[in-house]
Each structure stands twice: as C-alpha cells, then as structure tokens.
C-alpha cells in the first residue's frame, strides 16, 4: 500500500492507498485537527495500529510549510517532520515530503473531468507545457508544475509572501491603506487571502468608497467577517460586499497572471484552495480573467491560456499518494 498525508495548520488527513486498474484507490482514511493534537506521531501511530500496520511501498506527505533536505518545520503548527525518521518509523523503503501547494499542484493532474471548472478556454490548441497552481484560503498558496518533456514534476515557491504588486490608481490607494495598517511591507497573501477579504473590505469602507450600512456591521461582529462579506455580495449584493469581492478577484488573475509570465505555463492555470469553490460567480463575472489578462503586450498570450477552477478539496491528498506512487514507488 502507499500512505500519503495532507498536513495543514488546521486539519490534518491520512489516507492509505492501493493499485487498482482504475488508478489509486481510498483503502482507509482519518483525520484530525492539527491544533488539537500535540506532534505528527500523536496521529500517525494510532492509525497506523488501526490499520493493523500495513506494509508500504512508499510514503508522501504534503506539509504546509517549506521543506529543506527533507525536514520541515511546520509554519502554524510546532511540528517537525523528518523524511528519514518517518522511513524508519514506516518501515518503507521511500517516504518524500512535499510542501502542500507541491501536492495540490500534483493532484491537479489526477482530478477528473467533473472536479474542474472551465474559466477560460485559451484560443490555441491545447499543447504540453508548464503548469500555475494558486489557492487562495487562510492564506495563498502558490506552485508551478514543471514539463520536462516526458511528464510534470512539482516545484514548491513561497510566492505567496512576494510583494503586492498594484496596477492601477486604486490599487495603489490599497497598498498604501495597508502599509500603514501594516507598518511597512505588504505581500500578496495580505490581500489574497481569507484575511485579504476583510483587509480589502475595510479599505473600501475607510476611504469613503463605500458605505457600510448598520445591520451590516453588526453582521460582521458576529462572525466570520470575511465570510461574512462573500456571503452578502452573493446573496444580498449589499454594494461594499460586492465591490470587495469583485476587486478580489480581480487582484487573484492578476496574480495568477504573473505566475503564468514568469514560467510561460502553456499548460494552463489551476486555481486550488478553499476560497474558489465558494465565489464561482463572482469568478466568472469578468473580473478575474480582467485582471489576469491585463499584461500589456502578452494580454494575447494570456487569452490563449487555459484556466480551470477545482473544487475537489482533497487535491493536496490525492497529490500526496500519486506522487509516491509514480515517483517514488515506480
């Protein structure tokens, strides 16, 4: 069997795989909150045990955090993980780490037909090439999927936390917003992100842009506030929940049209994380693929691009147990 493992600062999922004729098959999966368990082992022995110690042809986990010679301190959560303790602790022959977004990035390949949304249809016949992944969610994920002429190999970055970079007079009105708000820098994932929402909110209402109405501010001390903005611009279209949401999108094609400059992803654009699913119409109102196609002299490579929305959750997973299926156990 193959483990793989998708190890995030808020949940944690196990799952152990088998061949089938139809691809990698679920044999047993677990999951459990990461804030409330102590290390990794607190997890993985307990299901180990339950599953009655299976042998493995190979391990992976994707690991939201970066990893460096196959160590990985875990960004929001005092976890360290170690690909050569784990290969002892598994008994398996290979056990690989990936950063999270590597995995989702993986996982894209393996997703059917059904888990994807057609954002746009590039002009130009499809081809082989490289690959963007961008998820937005609690924070911004980003990863590139790299053609090497015989299939795709996953390539984490950090670029999430790359500066913010505005484009037009009010964008540039948000980024100062926010470096006073911040006191100095400000990175991408300060924007697109869960958080982003409300931060991006807060400018509309604050610049006097838009007005934010009583029962509103109630609503928003009462929960959630980011989501509670997606939600209204979705179901009331309450003006400042709107424009929030529709300049969100805008600056997440923006964003994924830079990391499809910067690796020429004629592969086409993934769009992973949490945030997607939920605000599909906004999505495809216009405003993304605006700002995704607004690259001057490139704007007619852009369009010829493919982008897909997925909305399968467990991308990250999936990712996990066909990269150690095909790599490493092959």
Same mark, same amino acid.
């Given at each position: 069997?193959? #483990?793989?493992?998708?190890?995030?600062?808020?949940?944690?999922?196990?799952? #152990? %795989?088998?061949?089938?004729?139809?691809?990698?098959?679920?044999?047993?999966?677990?999951?459990?909150?990461?804030?409330?368990?102590?290390? %990794?082992?607190?997890?993985?022995?307990?299901?180990?045990?339950?599953? !009655?110690?299976?042998?493995?042809? !190979?391990?992976? %986990?994707?690991?939201?955090?970066?990893?460096?010679?196959?160590?990985?301190? @875990?960004?929001?959560?005092? =976890?360290? *993980?170690?690909?050569?303790?784990?290969?002892?602790?598994?008994?398996?022959?290979?056990?690989? $780490?990936?950063?999270? $977004?590597? !995995?989702?990035?993986?996982?894209?390949?393996?997703?059917?037909?059904?888990?994807? /949304?057609? #954002?746009?249809?590039?002009?130009?016949?499809?081809?082989?090439?490289? /690959?963007?992944?961008?998820?937005?969610?609690?924070?911004?994920?980003?990863?590139? *999927?790299? =053609?090497?002429?015989?299939?795709?190999?996953? /390539?984490?970055?950090?670029?999430?936390?790359?500066?913010?970079?505005?484009? @037009?007079?009010?964008?540039?009105?948000? #980024? %100062?917003?926010?470096?006073?708000?911040?006191?100095?820098?400000?990175?991408?994932?300060?924007?697109?992100?869960?958080?982003?929402?409300?931060?991006?909110?807060? +400018?509309?209402?604050?610049?006097?842009?838009?007005?934010?109405?009583? =029962? $509103?501010?109630?609503?928003?001390?009462?929960?959630?506030?980011?989501?509670?903005?997606?939600?209204?611009?979705? !179901?009331?279209?309450?003006?400042?929940?709107?424009?929030?949401?529709?300049? +969100?999108?805008?600056?997440?094609?923006?964003?994924?049209?830079?990391?499809?400059?910067?690796?020429?992803?004629?592969?086409?654009? +993934?769009?992973?994380?949490?945030?997607?699913?939920?605000?599909?119409?906004?999505?495809?109102?216009?405003? +993304?693929?605006?700002?995704?196609?607004?690259?001057?002299?490139?704007?007619?490579?852009?369009?010829?691009?493919?982008? =897909?929305?997925?909305?399968?959750?467990?991308?990250?997973?999936?990712?996990?147990?066909?990269?150690?299926?095909?790599? *490493?156990?092959?």
């Amino acid at each position: 069997m193959i #483990l793989a493992g998708d190890i995030g600062g808020t949940k944690t999922v196990l799952a #152990l %795989f088998e061949q089938t004729d139809d691809g990698l098959e679920v044999v047993r999966e677990e999951r459990a909150s990461s804030q409330e368990t102590p290390a %990794f082992d607190d997890f993985l022995e307990p299901f180990l045990a339950d599953a !009655g110690r299976p042998s493995l042809r !190979g391990a992976c %986990f994707a690991v939201a955090g970066p990893v460096v010679d196959g160590v990985c301190e @875990t960004t929001n959560l005092p =976890w360290r *993980l170690d690909e050569g303790e784990l290969a002892s602790t598994l008994r398996a022959p290979r056990v690989k $780490l990936l950063n999270d $977004l590597e !995995g989702t990035a993986y996982g894209m390949l393996h997703l059917p037909k059904s888990d994807l /949304i057609e #954002l746009n249809q590039g002009h130009r016949p499809r081809r082989r090439g490289n /690959i963007a992944v961008i998820a937005a969610g609690t924070g911004l994920g980003e990863a590139y *999927l790299y =053609w090497d002429g015989g299939r795709h190999r996953p /390539i984490a970055t950090e670029g999430g936390h790359s500066d913010f970079a505005p484009r @037009t007079d009010e964008e540039v009105d948000l #980024l %100062f917003y926010l470096r006073r708000k911040l006191g100095g820098r400000v990175s991408c994932e300060r924007v697109l992100s869960g958080p982003g929402v409300y931060e991006i909110y807060g +400018f509309l209402r604050d610049t006097g842009r838009h007005e934010e109405p009583a =029962w $509103l501010r109630e609503k928003l001390a009462e929960g959630d506030p980011s989501a509670v903005v997606s939600q209204e611009a979705a !179901g009331s279209g309450e003006p400042i929940c709107s424009a929030t949401m529709n300049l +969100f999108s805008e600056l997440y094609g923006a964003e994924a049209g830079n990391m499809a400059l910067r690796a020429l992803t004629y592969g086409g654009v +993934f769009i992973g994380g949490g945030i997607a699913p939920k605000n599909l119409d906004v999505l495809r109102n216009g405003s +993304f693929l605006r700002g995704f196609c607004d690259k001057g002299r490139f704007s007619d490579m852009m369009l010829g691009m493919d982008v =897909w929305i997925a909305t399968n959750p467990r991308a990250a997973l999936l990712g996990a147990a066909y990269f150690a299926d095909e790599i *490493l156990a092959g």
